[in-house]
C-alpha cells in the first residue's frame, strides 16, 4: 500500500480510503486484511482485471483522435478478389508490423459495392478496380494508383483472325464473366452500351481460372489479365484478341472515407505498400502525380 501510494502521488491514509469506497461501491473486500503480507481476495484479483480492461478501454477512447497515438482497434478494408491475390499479402504484413495492436479485418467484394461501403462508413477504406471514367463520389478521397491492362481472350477453335476486331464483331459473341459487379465487366458493358451493341452473358463464373478454362473449351470469349493468363493452363488454346475501338483495362483506386486520427497512419501506410507492390507487380503506377479527389 505504501508503495502503490508512493506511484500515485497519494499518501497512504489516502489511498486507504480510496479503497475502502471502491469496496463500499461494489459491495464486497477487496484486500484480505488478515493476511500478512496483504493480498487480494478472490473477489479483488477479478476486480483488479476487470478494471485494467475498464481502464484500456478508456485509453484507446481517448486515443481514437489522436493520430500520434498507437492505433488500435479494427482496420476494414474492402478489397476484389483478383487484386486480393495479387496485392494484399505485403501490405497485411507491413501493418500487422508498424501496428500490431491494430486488428485488420479484410472484405473481398466487387468494386462498385465496395465503394458504396466506403461511402457508408461499412468500411475504412478499400481498393477498387474502376472504368476509365470513374468519377470518384465527393464524400469519399480517392486516389489512382496504378493501370491494370487487360486482354479479350478467346478460343482458338474459334477460328478468329489474328488482325485487330471492332466491339461489332466482338458483340457477335457470348461472353464469359465475373458476376455483374465486377470492375472489368462494367467497363466492357458500358462500351459495348455506348456503340448501342448487344451484351450477351453465357456463363457468370467467379475465379479467373474457371473462366479462362471455359474460354478455352468455346463456351464464349472472356476478359483476363496478361499475367493471369500468362499463369493458365489454358493458355495454349487461348487466343488474344486486339479490339481496335475497346481500350481494355481498369484503374486501380484507393477509396477512404473521413477517417479517424488512429487510422491515419495505417491507412497511409496500407496506400504506400500497395502502391509498391503494384509497381513490383509491372503495372503502370501513376505516384504522387496520379488522379485524385479529396475531401
Known sequence: MVRAAERLHLTQPGLTR???????????????????????????????????????????????????????????????????????????????????????????????????????????????????????????????????????????????????????????????LNQNGCGMRSALSRALEMAGLPFNVAVEAFGSELQLSLVARGLGIGVATPDVLERSAHRDAIQVIDAVDFRTGVDVWFVHGSLPGRLIRPIELLRCSLTAVLAESGLATYGDNGASKKL
Not at 165 to 176: C, F, G, R, S
Open 18 to 176: 480510496r479503497v475502502q469506497s471502491l469496496e463500499t461501491t461494489l459491495g464486497a473486500e477487496l484486500l484480505d486484511r488478515q493476511s500478512k503480507p496483504l493480498k487480494p481476495t478472490a473477489t479483488g484479483n477479478e476486480v483488479y482485471a476487470l478494471a485494467r480492461t475498464v481502464l484500456g478501454a478508456v485509453d484507446d477512447l481517448l486515443s481514437v483522435a489522436s493520430a500520434d497515438s498507437e492505433p488500435v482497434g479494427e482496420l476494414r478494408i474492402g478489397m476484389p478478389p483478383f487484386l486480393a491475390d495479387l496485392a494484399l499479402e505485403k501490405p497485411v504484413d507491413h501493418l500487422r508490423s508498424a501496428f500490431p495492436r491494430l486488428t485488420l479485418r479484410v472484405t473481398a467484394g466487387w468494386s462498385p459495392g465496395l465503394v458504396q461501403s466506403v461511402e457508408r462508413a461499412a468500411l475504412d477504406a478499400s481498393v477498387v478496380l474502376m472504368p476509365s471514367n470513374f468519377v470518384p463520389p465527393d464524400t469519399v478521397r480517392a486516389t489512382a494508383l496504378a493501370f491494370q491492362p487487360t486482354v479479350i481472350v478467346a478460343p482458338r477453335s474459334l477460328g478468329l483472325p489474328d488482325t485487330p476486331v471492332t466491339l461489332a464483331d466482338l458483340a457477335k459473341h457470348a461472353w464469359v
